[in-house]
């Protein structure tokens, strides 16, 4: 498997690969055809938008559906420095305590009112309570108060120097402030953004469709756009998200113009799909995706250390990538560690248990004299993501060979991840394990990695308790350079080996499908569609 370079990859050029055609697929036609032209493109994304609610929900097609409708204060460019958006400029007191924001001029919200300080604060706050790195920068905060239309100020209790990293980095999108005030663990029912899309509520059917048009009154900034940061200027009168579960269908909806873009073509298509006339593919996300299984470790029979220590001999993340990737194996890596490969914080220290000859004789053994008694162990997966379906089913069977008692739950993505909510014994409709991919750039520090905390009730599904990973995810925190960071994270990692708040499973990553007549498609690791066009 090769190891990709994340974090440096230049800006790349959307390259054409048409070329003699194959054989097309069959042509099942989608149910409704949505709007054409040039001012409107019809997206399939990678997965259904089962939440507006970008901080309830951590999947990411609800953080793609975020960066269309709201703006941020800040942003990454590609060398991950924050670059500011909605803000003119951030100033820091000598002694590095106090901030002070100053807001652009005109800034307006989808309902006409003026984004206000209050607003970003209330944002922010919002956060604070749980995203982790927020959550690092709020524990600080001793106050935040407005001092004008457009200026605000926090005053933290110690300099913090990730200040404008954390938020640039954990897209706090800005809303008003009473939207804001939801607290995270309720989802918010109403969207009015800040960006350059309006969300269209009344064009919102789960599982079919989701619409936006383009917000007039969003004013772009004047830089050419990197990544999270520059003009956003919207190209389209109207974008239509129409889900389509079954890959074969939307690629062949492709092929015939129906829709302009797929997000997460099925990579055994994608040969088929680059060579098809008028269809062009590329790797738009250099940054990919870590595959991972999660336990609930609040309950048996994953509650046991024992138990979970002794899988790591028989899960093999050779095995994982495989089923991700097929063929195209140049788009998986492996071995993985707990920070995404080719960042400046993965190392391969500490993995031998995992990275090591596989042994599944030694795993089963292990897993008997753990205490495992056959517990039933309920494993959900999500029958709509081909990808994640495929690792799941080579997981089911990794710990099936070594003795689990699976029982294997397939179920829509939005139905899974009301589920994991669920804390209850299996018995009462709980869970014990799922696989899931999470985006490299997210995962590829400890202050952004939500998969990686120990903090119990408070963490991610799952809720692994753990002190001493967070303690020295603080010492990360406060570390003065990358070096001294990288020291941290190969402590992070052996530790992590200990208590399995999950297990890496390999990294991979997928390209975009499109047809010829779209153009100005950013590099990100999520979809932006801010600079694109449509031809015709």
Not at 76 to 103: I, N
Not at 225 to 242: E, H, Q, S, Y
Not at 266 to 277: A, E, N, Q, T
Request: net charge neutral.
């Amino acid at each position: 498997m090769r190891r990709r370079t994340l974090l440096t990859t230049p800006l790349l050029a959307v390259p054409v690969l048409a070329s003699p055609m194959l054989a097309s697929l069959a042509r099942p036609a989608l149910a409704q055809r949505p709007a054409s032209g040039a001012r409107t493109l019809r997206f399939v994304p990678q997965s259904d938008l089962s939440s507006i609610d970008p901080l309830w929900s951590v999947a990411t097609v609800s953080v793609t559906h975020g960066y269309m409708v709201w703006d941020t204060l800040f942003g990454l460019d590609q060398a991950l420095q924050p670059q500011p958006q909605m803000c003119e400029r951030a100033e820091t007191s000598p002694d590095g305590l106090t901030w002070t924001f100053t807001l652009r001029p005109g800034l307006v919200f989808q309902d006409n009112e003026p984004v206000r300080p209050a607003d970003c604060i209330a944002s922010l706050q919002r956060y604070m309570q749980k995203d982790p790195f927020m959550q690092a920068l709020g524990a600080l905060v001793q106050e935040t108060r407005p001092l004008d239309d457009r200026r605000w100020t926090m005053r933290l209790s110690r300099p913090f120097r990730q200040t404008l990293f954390a938020i640039a980095l954990r897209n706090v999108f800005i809303m008003p402030e009473r939207i804001a005030q939801t607290p995270p663990a309720t989802q918010f029912k109403e969207v009015v953004g800040s960006g350059p899309y309006r969300f269209l509520p009344d064009e919102w059917q789960a599982g079919a469709h989701a619409g936006y048009a383009r917000f007039d009154k969003y004013a772009p900034r004047s830089e050419p756009p990197v990544l999270f940061t520059g003009g956003k200027v919207a190209n389209f009168d109207k974008v239509d998200w129409i889900v389509q579960p079954d890959p074969a269908t939307a690629a062949a909806a492709l092929q015939r113009g129906e829709v302009d873009l797929v997000e997460r073509p099925l990579l055994d298509l994608v040969p088929m799909l680059s060579r098809s006339p008028g269809v062009r593919t590329a790797e738009l996300d250099s940054f990919g995706a870590l595959g991972m299984l999660r336990f609930n470790q609040l309950q048996p029979p994953f509650d046991n250390p024992r138990l979970r220590q002794a899988l790591l001999p028989g899960l093999d993340q050779a095995e994982v990538v495989t089923a991700a990737v097929g063929d195209m194996k140049q788009f998986g890596t492996s071995p993985v560690g707990f920070f995404s490969a080719g960042s400046p914080m993965a190392t391969l220290d500490g993995l031998d248990a995992l990275t090591g000859p596989r042994d599944m004789a030694r795993a089963k053994r292990l897993v008997a004299e753990s205490g495992y008694k056959g517990e039933r162990v309920v494993m959900v997966a999500p029958s709509d993501l081909p990808q994640i379906m495929a690792m799941s089913q080579v997981v089911q069977d990794q710990l099936q060979r070594m003795g689990l008692n699976i029982d294997f739950q397939p179920t829509d993505w939005g139905t899974m991840l009301s589920r994991l909510t669920k804390r209850d014994p299996v018995e009462q409709g709980g869970w014990s394990c799922f696989c899931v991919t999470w985006a490299g750039l997210s995962v590829a520090t400890p202050g952004s990695s939500y998969p990686l905390r120990g903090n119990g009730a408070a963490a991610w599904n799952g809720w692994p308790t753990d002190p001493k990973l967070e303690a020295l995810r603080d010492r990360w925190l406060d570390a003065a350079d990358v070096p001294a960071g990288q020291a941290v994270c190969r402590e992070m990692q052996q530790q992590a080996m200990q208590s399995l708040p999950f297990v890496p499973l390999g990294q991979w990553t997928q390209p975009a499908a499109f047809t010829g007549k779209v153009t100005g498609l950013l590099p990100s690791p999520f979809m932006l569609f801010w600079n694109a066009r449509k031809s015709g």
